[in-house]
């Protein structure tokens, strides 16, 4: 029996989250997370955006992957060619390692921007920060809390979310490992066991089953897991206001320079990692392996 959500017992006691019906307002978009089913199966995305588009189109293009759960485990990323990867996975048989998380699609594409919509969400959110998110199934995103909100559009494939609110934390097992803009739990949802975390037995936890069409709305704060039940392609939008952007990150430039410094998350981070023996950057990794063509894992 493989390590699912169907299987973990810190998740036994999640109830299904809210669902709301089309069409959503601008004022829908508050302090509680909801599902809209198939709220963007109208987008030109939903018709478009698939493993064959990205195979076709990503021949050539050099990413790199974030390989497990890098936000309770190591820190290991390796580099791969774009079309390849999603080739690999259209292909099925042996999963590739690693998942394409935070890709700035429409920094390297513009022209997808046409392709999706947020809408309501945005409209009140003038700073914005969209991301794709490819990868087979079983891809995972450790329990963490984002200080943006967050809409997430299901593309291809099914994920499975769960969610803990805010005022929780305290609850969650906050740990020193840093990441910029991130809190990160210590507790492993899907490999741990109540009796490693007894606080979490009670806590209030939530189930977004999300299937190809559906939207999440995530606010910022709420803590959350994350695991592709197949292979996936998400596109989501970070967004913010004006204030809320200047003091979460005059906050984090603070952690950063702490960070820097060795006060805080010091040989426990996401932003360094391992590479030829040596300890370096995210960026300095990336820019190594870029340079490779898709060579070593660290």
Request: with cysteine; hydrophobic share 40%.
């Amino acid at each position: 029996m493989g390590i699912s959500p169907a299987n973990a017992p810190l998740l036994a006691h999640a109830r299904p989250l809210d669902e709301v019906a089309l069409p959503v307002s601008a004022d829908a978009f508050a302090d509680r997370p909801f599902v809209v089913r198939g709220g963007a199966d109208q987008w030109a995305a939903r018709r478009r955006w698939s493993f064959d588009f990205f195979a076709e189109r990503g021949r050539g293009v050099p990413v790199v992957l974030e390989c497990g759960n890098v936000m309770q485990h190591a820190t290991r990323y390796r580099a791969a060619d774009l079309g390849a990867y999603v080739d690999a996975i259209r292909r099925g048989g042996d999963r590739p390692e690693g998942y394409l998380s935070v890709f700035e699609v429409f920094a390297r594409w513009p022209e997808l921007r046409a392709d999706v919509d947020f809408g309501a969400f945005a409209a009140r959110r003038p700073i914005r920060f969209p991301r794709a998110w490819i990868g087979p199934g079983g891809t995972v995103t450790g329990l963490h809390a984002d200080y943006p909100d967050n809409l997430v559009a299901q593309l291809v494939g099914h994920k499975t979310f769960h969610l803990i609110p805010p005022g929780e934390g305290h609850r969650l097992h906050p740990g020193p490992r840093y990441e910029y803009g991130i809190r990160m739990s210590r507790v492993d949802l899907l490999a741990d066991g109540p009796e490693q975390w007894p606080s979490m037995a009670d806590v209030p936890l939530f189930r977004a089953a999300l299937a190809p069409g559906d939207l999440l709305y995530l606010p910022g704060g709420w803590w959350h897991h994350v695991m592709a039940r197949t292979p996936s392609i998400s596109v989501n939008c970070f967004g913010v206001g004006v204030g809320a952007f200047v003091r979460n990150e005059l906050r984090e430039l603070a952690r950063a320079g702490l960070h820097r410094l060795g006060l805080i998350g010091r040989g426990d981070c996401t932003c360094h990692g391992t590479l030829d023996g040596r300890r370096m950057s995210r960026k300095a990794i990336e820019r190594r392996l870029l340079a490779r063509a898709g060579g070593d894992r660290c």
